[in-house]
């Protein structure tokens, strides 16, 4: 029976392991080191990693940050994230292969390692051989924990390879916006440029034939269109909203310009015709507005008895250029109606031969609140109003009972109850209009001929609603292409 030494047993595997590892190239100066975890299987210690984030994470985080940064950064930015990002996606595709040929050269080592121990442990016996066996174990256990890291590797290149893809394709597409904002800003360029050289040689045309009174408006005119090229050249849209807003003020200055001198003329045109009646004999009672109406009384006793004198109103323009008769305001009082707002009442009264011309102090005004009441009652189909018939044919009616007044978008019909009065659809010989007399009712009073040979004095309960059925009355009248006034009105 042979007796090994121990010198010569580790003589014999210093050999074996020296024969095994001459060959082969290793990434480290040491083995990584393992431990035995749940159900005997075989896990690789994990050692803390001094080098940082791995470039895998790297391309992963500058990711995201590009996808929550890319509505802040530019077309040019964005392109220039993407060509970064290809650039380490293919670093990343080289450690891949790097980590290949590392995953080889393993395999290789581990064959050559397992055919090394198989040696061995024919030559071993009693615990070394077990201990052979159990290296054998873990060697194969190894080879398999290298499988399945190979497995992950794969489908890391895969996710890697399809990362790279998306990038470069996203790439290509930054550069491909990129091209066409740039076409975009050429194009809008070059049509700046022919707008400001057809203002200039419209400059150049106007200069040759303008007179030489106008050489500093011109001048002035040139600077601008200098400013508008320079502004055009650097593409600075802010002075141009500063010349828009500009604008906009000198607009509102004029439209407030120009409301103050109407005001002004108004003014100017009351205090004259104010001056002019301080000089008659007669003058007006009430308020200019609709709703009420205008009395005529002498100014003092001297002045004619109005009853011996023959009266007519008439609606005058502001300027005093067109002066219309109103047919059959022939009293003492006239109750003012829609068609005179905006517009100046007079009076003419003749006494022994002479006249005397009566005028408002100023225009008719509109009453309050009347504007909305009416556009309330158009968004309806039908407007009714309680009315009381006053007269009929010129002739005084009996009964004062309450009628209905509805006025339509194609008719006015007047009922009581069941029974309609009258129903008529809007045409060319139906008039309506304020009634033109003296009486008490006679601002909430209306005329109204639906047809030739019948004809209303309509009383409302209110000057509102009497001005309001006349408003929508017209206002549906002309929907049809019919002209709603009194008798011989121009309108």
């Excluded at 940082?52 to 530019?74: D, F, I, P, Y």
């Excluded at 194969?140 to 390879?161: D, M, P, S, W, Y």
């Excluded at 007519?312 to 047919?327: H, P, T």
């Excluded at 408002?360 to 509109?366: F, K, L, T």
Aim: aromatic share 4%.
């Amino acid at each position: 029976m042979t007796k090994i030494s121990p010198e010569i047993e580790e003589d014999v595997e210093a050999e074996s392991l020296l024969s095994v590892s001459a060959d082969v190239s290793f990434s480290s100066n040491c083995f990584p080191k393992y431990k035995l975890g749940p159900d005997n299987q075989i896990v690789e210690e994990s050692k803390e990693d001094s080098k940082g984030l791995s470039l895998k994470e790297v391309v992963e985080k500058e990711t995201v940050q590009l996808s929550e940064q890319h509505k802040r950064l530019s077309v040019r930015d964005l392109a220039s994230k993407f060509d970064k990002n290809l650039t380490a996606a293919a670093k990343l595709a080289d450690e891949a292969k790097l980590r290949d040929v590392a995953s080889l050269e393993g395999h290789v080592l581990l064959k050559k390692l397992r055919d090394a121990l198989e040696a061995l442990r024919g030559r071993m016996a009693g615990r070394t051989k077990e201990d052979v066996e159990k290296a054998i174990s873990l060697v194969e256990a190894l080879a398999v924990k290298l499988t399945q890291n190979e497995g992950e590797l794969i489908q890391e290149k895969f996710e890697v390879k399809k990362l790279a893809n998306f990038l470069k394709q996203a790439s290509e597409d930054a550069k491909k916006l990129v091209n066409q904002e740039k076409s975009f800003a050429c194009a809008e360029i070059e049509s700046a440029r022919a707008v400001v050289q057809r203002f200039g040689e419209a400059l150049e045309e106007e200069e040759k034939n303008s007179p030489k009174s106008k050489t500093q408006d011109v001048e002035r005119l040139v600077d601008e269109i200098q400013e508008a090229r320079r502004i055009k050249r650097l593409h600075q849209p802010s002075k141009v909203m500063d010349m828009e807003h500009e604008l906009h003020a000198l607009r509102t200055q004029i439209r407030e310009k120009s409301v103050l001198s109407l005001k002004i003329q108004k003014e100017l045109a009351m205090n004259k015709r104010a001056e002019e009646n301080k000089s008659c004999l007669y003058v007006f009672d009430g308020s200019e507005a609709l709703g009420s109406h205008l009395r005529i009384r002498p100014r003092s006793d001297t002045a004619p008895s109005l009853s011996k004198c023959s009266i007519q109103w008439y609606r005058v323009s502001l300027d005093g250029s067109q002066k219309e008769i109103i047919s059959g305001a022939s009293k003492l009082a006239y109750a003012a109606e829609p068609l005179d707002v905006g517009r100046v009442l007079q009076a003419d009264i003749l006494s022994n031969g002479q006249k005397i011309t009566v005028t408002s102090a100023g225009p008719i005004e509109s009453a309050a609140g009347l504007g909305s009441y009416v556009e309330t009652l158009l968004r309806k189909s039908s407007s009714e109003f309680n009315v009381v018939i006053s007269q009929m044919n010129g002739q005084d009616y009996s009964s004062h009972s309450n009628h209905c007044f509805n006025v339509g978008k194609l008719r006015i019909k007047l009922c009581r109850g069941w029974i309609t009065k009258s129903r008529e659809i809007y045409h060319t010989s139906m008039q309506l209009c304020g009634v033109r007399g003296d009486g008490n009712a006679a601002a909430k009073s209306l005329f109204w001929q639906a047809r030739k040979g019948l004809s209303y004095v309509l009383t409302f309960e209110s000057e509102k609603e009497r001005n309001a059925a006349i408003m929508i009355a017209r206002k549906h009248a002309l929907d049809c292409n019919i002209m709603l006034a009194g008798p011989d009105d121009q309108v």
